[in-house]
């Protein structure tokens, strides 16, 4: 089983819809979740992190985490070309100083 | 200069040469990373410095090798690559002091072809 989880896609989202991406993870002990975005030939940009069960907004970005389930979100709402990215899901164990990555889900956003 | 930089950002080589990668932090932090990504695969963690001292050394070849002179600074020196090796290598600087100060911040890589 993989550490951290989520499908490559790609997903199509129509401009102006939420799009939806999902992480799963592996490792019970994890309390540090990350989202990053990358564009094609650039280096990952933080988006949001979440520490605590339940929702975390910002601006049109909202993460979503449920540690019963093992389980960590990102909604991006009324979405834009310009979101048309890979996103990374990261998770960390407290104290440690080690982000295990997920493969990335290619997201596009069709006008 | 803000954030982290890195240099070069292109670098073509050949399989007998030495050479090396360099980034920089203008954060204040106190651990950086190394990291390779390949085409359709996860970013891959190397190395891990923290305070200078190397805490992770994630089963890399020994034709990696990582040097740290300061908090600022991190080098990844290379010899006698192959080209499975081609990738984009990342560096990357976090706080390093716990849970909340986890957050790691991206160079913008250096993409390495190896011929």
């Known amino acids: 089983q993989k550490e951290v989880e989520q499908n490559s896609g790609p997903l199509s989202v129509p401009e102006g819809a939420i799009a939806s991406l999902n992480c799963t993870y592996s490792d019970r002990g994890s309390q540090s979740f990350f989202w990053y975005r990358q564009y094609s030939g650039k280096s990952p940009e933080l988006i949001m992190f979440i520490y605590s069960n339940g929702d975390k907004e910002d601006g049109r970005f909202t993460a979503q985490l449920n540690k019963a389930s093992q389980y960590v979100s990102l909604l991006i709402r009324d979405s834009q070309p310009s979101d048309s990215a890979t996103y990374l899901c990261?998770?960390?164990?407290?104290?440690?100083?080690?982000?295990?990555f997920g493969q990335g889900t290619r997201l596009t956003i069709n006008p | 200069e803000t954030g982290v930089t890195q240099t070069p950002r292109h670098l073509v080589m050949g399989m007998t040469n030495k050479k090396s990668l360099k980034c920089e932090q203008h954060l204040g932090h106190n651990a950086m990373y190394w990291y390779k990504q390949s085409a359709k695969k996860p970013l891959e963690l190397m190395f891990v410095y923290s305070l200078e001292e190397r805490v992770e050394n994630n089963s890399v070849p020994s034709r990696f090798s990582p040097e740290c002179p300061n908090s600022s600074h991190l080098f990844l020196h290379l010899h006698t690559l192959q080209p499975e090796d081609s990738a984009l290598y990342l560096c990357a600087s976090s706080q390093g002091q716990g849970a909340y100060s986890d957050t790691q911040y991206f160079g913008p890589g250096t993409r390495l072809t190896v011929l």
């Open positions: 990261a998770v960390t164990i407290q104290g440690a100083q080690k982000l295990v």
